[in-house]
Structures are given as C-alpha cells and as structure tokens.
C-alpha cells in the first residue's frame, strides 16, 4: 500500500504523472518515433544514475514511464525522486 504522505507528495510535484495501483505512471507525446525513442534513452540514462530502472513503452509519438520499487512492494521515496528529474528532463523548455 503506498503511504498517504507519498501520494500528496506526488499529487503537488509531479503534475505530469499519476499513481495507477502500486506505480507511479507518466506519459509523454512526442511528434514522431525517433523523438519519443531520444526521450526514451534520456531517462534510462537517468535511471542508470539512479540506480532505479523503471519500465519504459516507447510507440509512435509516446513514452510511457512506469515507476515502482519492487523490493518495498510499491511506491517509494525513490520512485518519486526519479519521476521528479524524469518530469523535468522532459518537460518542454520555458518560453
């Protein structure tokens, strides 16, 4: 069961994601393949720093993210530190 105190966290820092069971889950849309696959290989680089893999679905135009710690049975302090740094590599540069 994911803790009350980690699901407000996400709630209020991670606009781009969403909890769906024991996982956090986020999705980005890119305009063609090879841009969503570039996204792809940004996060793994990420997570290989992290030391935390998350599950990645690259298709046409989307990169989905999913984020859990198996060893705790769910959502994590951990998980969320690497939805945080994924959201923000990803996120379109300010105007």
Known sequence: MVEAGLLRRAAVEL?????????????????DFSSALAAA?????????ADHHPE???????????LTTHSANGLTARDL??????QAALQPPSA
């Open 56 to 66: 990645l679905r690259v298709a046409w135009g989307l990169l989905e993210v999913r």
């Open 81 to 86: 530190d690497l939805a945080s740094a994924v």
């Open 15 to 31: 606009p781009a994601w969403r909890v769906e069971g024991e996982e956090i889950v986020g999705r980005w849309r890119f305009p």
């Open 41 to 49: 290989v940004r996060v793994g680089g990420l997570a290989e720093r």
